[in-house]
């Protein structure tokens, strides 16, 4: 990181460059004390304590000689400045009240931040495709900063945008101008102290539009921030939880990128959800505990006319706002693609109301969003991580089953549809089971133009009443009693019978979901 950006993350009034030329570029923190033997300071910001003023000037030639890339002295007189500059070194000042140890966390708080995203810019589709989806969520203009505040990513934009934001968009680095009145309003601090979604008021006289902030983290330590500047519009309803999922994902973005080898959380999630994966080896790549009782659900698009390429594109809009919206939910929410589908493996007990009210903002944002319709089967809860193939299973026979009336739903509201569609898959994979008097009934349909399948149907769902059935046909109820008497002739079956009309109606189902069935979501 370039030392002008660590003062700039820093701040005044701890420090003061009084080498105004000097920019190196600062890899490290080091103590240098008088009483100790210094070391290699190569490239770093050396604090030299237990001297103040001209006594310091041995020890900035001797970090200098050492590699150093600066040193912060306190109470550095203007002439020391001097001795720095000829020694090739940049020299801080530091303000007498600053203690040593605030001065090192903070320095390292801020170089370790840079380093995790250090080199991500040129790998950062994953970043852009988020700071994307954060813009449409939120309804304005995203970035997102590391902690030396160099623009990692940022959304395409239409709409206005202020002077802070085109500066920062242009140098990859917010202004210094800018960046010190935010530290003097709190902002930055407010940033690193928690995770809360800062709220900064517009500033007509200064070219600052409103904006919502929240930092980078990975537990205590500030990796970032994402900024959005709202735009003629004000925010989204829920622009400040679509920002702190948004801020979760990019932490495990830039923690990804640090550790560079390994699969990435998507493919281990897909992997724990088809069973491929160890459950313990995902628990341990991701951090959670093996034993955590989890719930899966399971997301697809429902579209008239698919074409190709803009399923694809839905798919891909639908797997980074569901991470969006779930991780700012729950924390610990896993989120992968497989097939035409997209899953959410969410630790964790919880009221299952609760995660239907979730789901269902979550399956509507969605839909908006996408502008096709999307819905979403919620598994059964599972004791630990080791059983979500189950729940995914479940899940996926949720949405399945699903119809046209429902957007959301849970194994329970639909356990004799499940039940019903499990049954008609049993006989579709296994002709043999099949009893053919009941094919000679499509086929006699299909070469006289009768209608005797679905008459016999309607009277078999109407349990034999012959005037449900003409009602649901709009016909006579003579013409139900005929057609069920010519069926009857027609292929032999006995439908006095119970479990022979049981089997015949399971058949007649069958042959009608697999005629009128619409081209499989799951793809």
Same mark, same amino acid.
């Given at each position: 990181?370039?030392?002008?950006?660590?003062?700039?993350?820093?701040?005044?009034?701890?420090?003061? *460059?009084?080498?105004?030329?000097?920019?190196?570029?600062?890899?490290?923190?080091?103590?240098?004390?008088?009483?100790?033997?210094?070391?290699?300071?190569?490239?770093?910001?050396?604090?030299?304590?237990?001297?103040?003023?001209?006594?310091?000037?041995?020890?900035?030639?001797?970090?200098?000689? $050492?590699?150093?890339?600066?040193?912060?002295?306190?109470?550095?007189?203007?002439?020391?400045?001097?001795?720095?500059?000829?020694?090739?070194?940049?020299?801080?000042?530091?303000?007498?009240?600053?203690?040593?140890?605030?001065?090192?966390?903070?320095?390292?708080?801020?170089?370790?931040?840079?380093?995790?995203?250090?080199?991500?810019?040129?790998?950062?589709?994953?970043?852009?495709?988020?700071?994307?989806?954060?813009?449409?969520?939120?309804?304005?203009?995203?970035?997102?900063?590391?902690?030396?505040?160099?623009?990692?990513?940022?959304?395409?934009?239409?709409?206005?945008?202020?002077?802070?934001?085109?500066?920062?968009?242009?140098?990859?680095?917010?202004?210094?101008?800018?960046?010190?009145?935010?530290?003097?309003?709190?902002?930055?601090?407010?940033?690193?102290?928690?995770?809360?979604?800062?709220?900064?008021?517009?500033?007509?006289?200064?070219?600052?539009?409103?904006?919502?902030?929240?930092?980078?983290?990975?537990?205590?330590?500030?990796?970032?921030?994402?900024?959005?500047?709202?735009?003629?519009?004000?925010?989204?309803?829920?622009?400040?939880?679509?920002?702190?999922?948004?801020?979760?994902?990019?932490?495990?973005?830039?923690?990804?990128?640090?550790?560079?080898?390994?699969?990435?959380?998507?493919? *281990?999630?897909?992997?724990?959800?088809?069973?491929?994966?160890?459950?313990?080896?995902?628990?341990?790549? *991701?951090?959670?505990?093996?034993?955590?009782?989890?719930?899966?659900?399971?997301?697809?698009?429902?579209?008239?006319?698919?074409?190709?390429?803009?399923?694809?594109?839905?798919?891909?809009?639908?797997?980074?706002?569901?991470?969006?919206?779930?991780?700012?939910?729950?924390?610990?929410?896993?989120?992968?693609?497989?097939?035409?589908?997209?899953?959410?493996?969410?630790?964790?007990?919880?009221?299952?109301?609760?995660?239907?009210?979730?789901?269902?903002?979550?399956?509507?944002?969605?839909?908006?969003?996408?502008?096709?319709?999307?819905?979403?089967?919620?598994?059964?809860?599972?004791?630990?991580?080791?059983?979500?193939?189950?729940?995914?299973?479940?899940?996926? $026979?949720?949405?399945?089953?699903?119809?046209?009336?429902?957007?959301?739903?849970?194994?329970?509201?639909?356990?004799?549809?499940?039940?019903?569609?499990?049954?008609?898959?049993?006989?579709?994979?296994?002709?043999?089971?099949?009893?053919?008097?009941?094919?000679?009934?499509?086929?006699?349909?299909?070469?006289?133009?009768?209608?005797?399948?679905?008459?016999?149907?309607?009277?078999?769902?109407?349990?034999?009443?012959?005037?449900?059935?003409?009602?649901?046909?709009?016909?006579?109820?003579?013409?139900?009693?005929?057609?069920?008497?010519?069926?009857?002739?027609?292929?032999?079956?006995?439908?006095?019978?119970?479990?022979?009309?049981?089997?015949?109606?399971?058949? *007649?189902?069958?042959?009608?979901?697999?005629?009128?069935?619409?081209?499989?979501?799951?793809?």
């Amino acid at each position: 990181m370039r030392l002008r950006q660590l003062l700039v993350a820093i701040g005044e009034p701890l420090v003061e *460059l009084r080498t105004p030329e000097a920019d190196p570029i600062v890899r490290g923190v080091a103590i240098l004390d008088p009483d100790d033997e210094p070391g290699g300071f190569e490239g770093e910001l050396v604090l030299v304590i237990g001297v103040r003023g001209r006594e310091a000037a041995r020890f900035v030639r001797a970090a200098a000689r $050492r590699g150093a890339a600066a040193v912060a002295v306190k109470d550095a007189p203007v002439d020391l400045a001097g001795t720095a500059a000829e020694a090739g070194i940049a020299l801080l000042a530091v303000a007498p009240g600053v203690r040593w140890d605030q001065l090192e966390t903070l320095s390292r708080q801020v170089l370790d931040g840079a380093a995790l995203t250090d080199g991500v810019q040129s790998e950062s589709g994953d970043l852009f495709a988020l700071a994307q989806t954060l813009a449409v969520l939120t309804g304005g203009s995203v970035s997102v900063e590391d902690a030396g505040n160099r623009v990692l990513a940022y959304s395409r934009s239409d709409d206005e945008v202020d002077e802070l934001r085109r500066l920062s968009i242009l140098g990859w680095k917010g202004p210094e101008s800018y960046l010190a009145l935010l530290r003097e309003w709190g902002v930055f601090q407010r940033l690193r102290d928690g995770e809360e979604v800062v709220r900064i008021d517009e500033r007509p006289e200064l070219g600052i539009r409103r904006r919502l902030a929240v930092g980078i983290r990975a537990g205590n330590q500030h990796l970032g921030t994402v900024w959005v500047q709202q735009g003629r519009e004000p925010f989204a309803e829920r622009a400040e939880s679509a920002l702190l999922g948004g801020a979760r994902l990019a932490a495990l973005h830039l923690l990804r990128h640090r550790s560079g080898a390994g699969r990435s959380r998507q493919e *281990l999630v897909t992997g724990l959800l088809d069973g491929s994966t160890s459950a313990d080896l995902v628990a341990g790549q *991701l951090g959670i505990e093996p034993a955590t009782p989890a719930t899966v659900v399971a997301f697809a698009v429902r579209e008239t006319e698919p074409d190709q390429p803009a399923h694809e594109l839905h798919l891909a809009e639908m797997l980074t706002m569901v991470s969006v919206h779930l991780t700012s939910y729950r924390r610990g929410a896993l989120v992968g693609g497989d097939g035409a589908r997209v899953y959410a493996v969410l630790p964790g007990a919880g009221s299952l109301a609760g995660l239907v009210n979730e789901v269902t903002q979550v399956a509507g944002v969605l839909t908006r969003r996408t502008g096709v319709r999307v819905q979403a089967g919620i598994g059964s809860p599972v004791p630990s991580l080791r059983d979500v193939v189950r729940s995914r299973s479940e899940a996926d $026979r949720v949405l399945d089953a699903i119809g046209e009336r429902r957007d959301v739903a849970t194994i329970a509201d639909l356990r004799a549809e499940v039940l019903l569609g499990e049954t008609l898959n049993l006989l579709e994979a296994n002709p043999e089971l099949r009893d053919p008097a009941v094919d000679a009934l499509s086929a006699h349909d299909a070469e006289h133009s009768s209608e005797l399948v679905p008459t016999l149907l309607a009277y078999l769902d109407a349990l034999g009443d012959v005037r449900a059935a003409a009602t649901a046909l709009h016909v006579h109820p003579n013409t139900v009693r005929h057609r069920v008497r010519r069926a009857a002739a027609v292929s032999g079956i006995d439908l006095g019978d119970p479990r022979e009309r049981l089997a015949c109606h399971l058949q *007649l189902l069958l042959a009608v979901t697999t005629r009128a069935a619409p081209a499989d979501v799951r793809g």
